[in-house]
């Protein structure tokens, strides 16, 4: 084999591997960012869920005190309707 089919061996397979490789590297980086954004994800998943259970903790409580109120005023009105009769 002469010289020139050897550089043409070499550069055919250094071709091959850059042409293997590249596509490999910019997988690599997509996974790598999809990961991050997933994380990111995880983390807003989680902190979404903790901010709801402290509003419906709020909710939860501002509803008995409603009831609470409610019961009182019911209470009222029977001890007025039975005053008139």
Known sequence: MTEWGVFGVIT???AFG???VT???KLNTSIVRLIDRL???D???DELTEKNQ???GRM???ME???GKLNDHEMRITILEEKEK
């Open 12 to 14: 055919a397979l250094a």
């Open 18 to 20: 850059v042409s293997i």
């Open 23 to 25: 596509p490999i590297i």
């Open 39 to 41: 994380n990111r994800l």
């Open 43 to 45: 983390e807003g998943v």
């Open 54 to 56: 402290k509003s419906h």
């Open 60 to 62: 939860w409580d501002h």
């Open 65 to 67: 005190e409603q009831d």
